[in-house]
């Protein structure tokens, strides 16, 4: 069953139990109110009739001429009165009990009567009989010498018949304004719940995979702050699954770049080792295929490193992330240590110059350093085969931050590349920096150790003039300076 439905059967079912009570009540007491009427008129009219009768009985006298008081007489009274007043009902109970004279109806049993006489004056008893109601009052006569009770019945079928036809009119009444309320209340249930029925669907088609769907429900209400809580999560999720997809077809990627960038050099040296076992004449061919072999040998050698380095910082955890060890790092320092690492390696046409601004950052010294070195070696192959290329590091100091560059005029980098060249394994010309040794995981590490220092790679580049890349640390605070004499 539908929430509206529940609600407008609810608000129903409310609105009948009111109805039904104001009914009841309001019909509950015109009826109280017209009984009490009935029995005060029909209370006097009995006083009446019983002085009529006192009247008669005291008035009667024998042959000696007293008063006579006997049962006859007084049955024979009450009788005269009964039959001479059209519409009387009523009985004369002499000492309690005994019924000497009665025109009741014959619906009304005698235990009903002796009932009403034992309520005594001033008490009535309603009685159904004959198919009408009565109005059942007790009286004493005041007969000297005499214990008589002059038991009345009146016909209250008029006000029976008042309250039922008020209780039909209610009843025609109550089930109008019932079902205008219902209706009314089926609308307003609708309007109301109609914002969770979009939430309902919006949430089965986000269930179904189409994560775009947004209620959009604008109120002021609950049900409007749970519409906004929901769209947020909504788009949460779509972020996070966007993220995951992306983050199965970067490893999808990276599989199929590892596998080959390990297949290229493998089959490659499989060939070279199958060419030497043949024995071949030739020492330059043998000289060739070992050379070949020795540089894929190493070019494998510098991808498993970086690839256990980048694995070794993906992995930590995030104490140890925060935990790294942060010391103040002097760049010319790092730049000596820089330039006597890559002396052996470094080609004679590519120079490399250095332009430290006597900055101390504070870093962790061997991350920094593999950084750098990484960026180095990338800026040198994209100036191979440049007569004029040249490679300059510095350092300089902005603000309360270092800034370090690592600037080359070589090839450059197309702008549409510029977003990827951080993911694992892309490399923009794939057979330039194959032949330089690359394999597209240098600015990956570069970039996760950056991220490590709270920092990122900017990076700036033109094709044909080359490529700056910036990292900006901050400066270490300057050494606190000791007093040069105690106080006093």
């Known amino acids: 069953m539908k929430f509206s439905t529940k609600l407008s059967l609810s608000f129903a079912a409310l609105l009948a139990a009111a109805l039904c009570a104001v009914g009841l009540a309001m019909v509950g007491r015109s009826f109280a109110d017209s009984l009490a009427s009935a029995e005060r008129t029909?209370?006097?009219?009995?006083?009446?009739?019983?002085?009529?009768?006192?009247?008669?009985?005291?008035?009667?006298?024998?042959?000696?001429?007293?008063?006579?008081?006997?049962?006859?007489?007084?049955?024979?009274?009450?009788?005269?009165?009964?039959?001479?007043?059209?519409?009387s009902r009523m009985a004369l109970y002499l000492d309690g009990r005994n019924s000497v004279y009665s025109n009741l109806p014959?619906?009304?049993?005698?235990?009903?009567?002796?009932?009403?006489?034992?309520?005594?004056?001033?008490?009535?008893?309603?009685?159904?009989?004959?198919?009408?109601?009565?109005?059942?009052?007790?009286?004493?006569?005041?007969v000297p010498g005499v214990d008589a009770v002059l038991?009345?019945?009146?016909?209250?079928?008029?006000?029976?018949?008042?309250?039922?036809?008020?209780?039909?009119?209610?009843?025609?009444?109550?089930?109008?304004?019932?079902?205008?309320?219902?209706?009314?209340?089926?609308?307003?249930?609708?309007?109301?719940?109609?914002?969770?029925?979009?939430?309902?669907?919006?949430?089965?088609?986000?269930?179904?995979?189409?994560?775009?769907?947004r209620t959009q429900v604008e109120t002021d209400d609950e049900i409007g702050a749970l519409s906004h809580s929901f769209d947020e999560m909504a788009g949460a999720v779509e972020s996070r699954v966007a993220a995951l997809d992306q983050n199965v077809r970067q490893q999808k990627d990276?599989?199929?770049?590892?596998?080959?960038?390990?297949?290229?050099?493998?089959?490659s040296m499989l060939g070279y080792a199958d060419l030497m076992r043949a024995r071949p004449q030739?020492?330059?061919?043998?000289?060739?295929?070992?050379?070949?072999?020795?540089?894929?040998?190493?070019?494998?050698?510098?991808?498993?490193?970086?690839?256990?380095?980048?694995?070794?910082?993906?992995n930590l955890s995030d104490g140890e992330k925060s935990a790294i060890e942060k010391t103040p790092v002097s760049d010319r320092a790092l730049f000596a240590r820089l330039e006597r690492?890559?002396?052996?390696?470094?080609?004679?046409?590519?120079?490399?110059?250095?332009?430290?601004?006597?900055?101390?950052?504070?870093?962790?010294?061997?991350?920094?350093?593999?950084?750098?070195?990484?960026?180095?070696?990338?800026?040198?192959?994209?100036?191979?085969?440049?007569?004029?290329?040249?490679?300059?590091?510095?350092?300089?100091?902005?603000?309360?931050?270092?800034?370090?560059?690592?600037?080359?005029n070589g090839c450059g980098i197309p702008k549409e590349d510029l977003p990827r060249v951080t993911e694992p394994f892309y490399m923009v010309d794939k057979s330039r920096a194959r032949a330089g040794g690359g394999s597209g995981i240098g600015l990956t590490l570069c970039r996760r150790i950056a991220e490590?220092?709270?920092?990122?790679?900017?990076?700036?580049?033109?094709?044909?003039?080359?490529?700056?890349?910036?990292?900006?640390?901050?400066?270490?605070?300057p050494p606190r300076k000791e007093d040069d004499h105690e106080s006093a």
């Open 341 to 408: 690492g890559l002396a052996s390696a470094q080609q004679p046409e590519i120079p490399v110059s250095w332009q430290p601004g006597d900055c101390t950052v504070l870093a962790d010294a061997a991350l920094l350093d593999d950084l750098l070195r990484n960026l180095i070696l990338n800026a040198r192959r994209a100036c191979a085969g440049k007569a004029d290329g040249r490679v300059t590091v510095s350092c300089r100091a902005e603000g309360d931050t270092a800034v370090f560059a690592v600037q080359d």
């Open 106 to 142: 014959r619906g009304i049993s005698r235990t009903r009567q002796l009932d009403a006489l034992e309520a005594g004056t001033g008490e009535s008893t309603l009685v159904h009989a004959d198919g009408a109601d009565w109005l059942l009052l007790t009286v004493p006569l005041n």
């Open 282 to 314: 030739s020492a330059e061919t043998q000289r060739e295929a070992a050379g070949y072999i020795f540089r894929e040998t190493h070019r494998l050698e510098e991808l498993s490193r970086k690839l256990l380095a980048l694995m070794g910082l993906e």
């Open 151 to 213: 038991l009345s019945a009146y016909d209250v079928t008029s006000v029976f018949a008042s309250r039922d036809a008020q209780l039909a009119a209610w009843f025609v009444a109550a089930v109008l304004v019932l079902a205008a309320g219902t209706a009314a209340a089926g609308a307003v249930s609708r309007s109301l719940t109609r914002p969770l029925t979009r939430l309902q669907s919006a949430s089965s088609r986000i269930a179904a995979g189409d994560y775009t769907q």
């Open 452 to 477: 490590l220092h709270g920092s990122r790679l900017e990076f700036e580049s033109t094709v044909g003039q080359g490529t700056t890349v910036s990292l900006r640390l901050p400066l270490a605070p």
């Open 42 to 87: 029909f209370g006097t009219q009995q006083y009446t009739e019983k002085y009529t009768i006192e009247s008669t009985i005291l008035t009667q006298t024998g042959t000696s001429g007293t008063a006579v008081y006997t049962t006859s007489a007084m049955s024979g009274a009450v009788q005269s009165f009964a039959e001479q007043t059209p519409g």
């Open 254 to 267: 990276f599989i199929a770049a590892f596998t080959h960038e390990i297949k290229t050099p493998m089959t």
